[in-house]
């Protein structure tokens, strides 16, 4: 069984350049989380979506913004990209949104964003 | 608003010895706690969590942690680490029936022989 997707796995920008990040949820997860992971820090929540739509959102600016397929597949896309968006950018998937947090996250193993 | 508080950002230790890694959290609604371990160019991997019941929770590779809800602590601990277990760790925490996790900055532990 197939875990979580993420492509591609590196990926150099320049800066003001657009960026589109793809997942692809764990089999028979239905709700997608993007979080992204500066070099030394903890993960930070950038949104969730749940039914093609966005759920809930983090403090990111809108330059960030995101897509859910009818798979449950998903685009985190970065406009007019900045040095500091340069992280590991990881998405999550789970099941059930809105109900417990007890089935879980399942992180894919992220995609590396430089931004030089 | 919810925030964790990891307190060393390393901790060295030699193989077999015991540790302990170090979560603080804080907020005013109740909350689910998450121990989650990253090696290195990998994503996240849940290694134990608290929602409800036993304030003792344990994870199949010998860590355990305990809720403390008197000092909003959720300390990682392991009798006897090794080699294998260097890793980051992270401490999360999120609101009751949100899917929003709140992370520490990690902890990295690193096994000498």
């Known amino acids: 069984d197939a875990g979580v997707t993420q492509s591609p796995t590196h990926l150099i920008k320049t800066r003001g350049q657009q960026v589109t990040l793809r997942c692809s949820p764990k089999?028979?997860?239905?709700?997608v989380s993007w979080y992204q992971q500066a070099l030394g820090q903890g993960p930070q929540f950038i949104f969730q979506?749940?039914?093609?739509?966005?759920?809930q959102r983090g403090n990111f600016p809108d330059r960030f913004s995101g897509h859910q397929f009818p798979n449950y597949s998903s685009e985190l896309n970065v406009n007019a990209l900045l040095l500091g968006d340069s992280a590991l950018y990881l998405c999550?998937?789970?099941?059930?949104?809105?109900?417990?947090?007890?089935?879980?996250?399942?992180f894919g193993s992220g995609t590396r964003l430089t931004v030089v | 608003a919810q925030s964790v508080t990891q307190l060393d950002s390393q901790v060295p230790v030699f193989e077999e010895a015991p540790v302990e890694l170090r979560c603080n959290y804080s907020?005013?609604?109740?909350?689910?706690l998450f121990w989650y371990v990253q090696y290195p160019n990998q994503g996240l991997q849940l290694l134990l969590k608290?929602?409800?019941?036993?304030?003792l929770v344990e994870s199949i590779n010998g860590f355990e942690a305990e809720f403390n809800k008197s000092q909003t602590s959720f300390h990682l601990r392991k009798p006897s680490v090794h080699i294998s277990d260097t890793a980051e760790y992270f401490c999360?925490?999120?609101?009751?029936?949100?899917?929003?996790?709140?992370f520490g900055t990690g902890t990295r532990l690193q096994v000498f022989p």
């Open positions: 608290y929602l409800s019941g036993s304030t």
């Open positions: 999360a925490v999120s609101r009751i029936n949100t899917d929003k996790l709140i």
């Open positions: 999550a998937s789970s099941a059930n949104a809105g109900g417990p947090l007890g089935s879980g996250y399942t």
């Open positions: 979506y749940y039914e093609e739509e966005e759920r």
């Open positions: 907020s005013s609604v109740s909350v689910y």
């Open positions: 089999s028979g997860h239905d709700t």
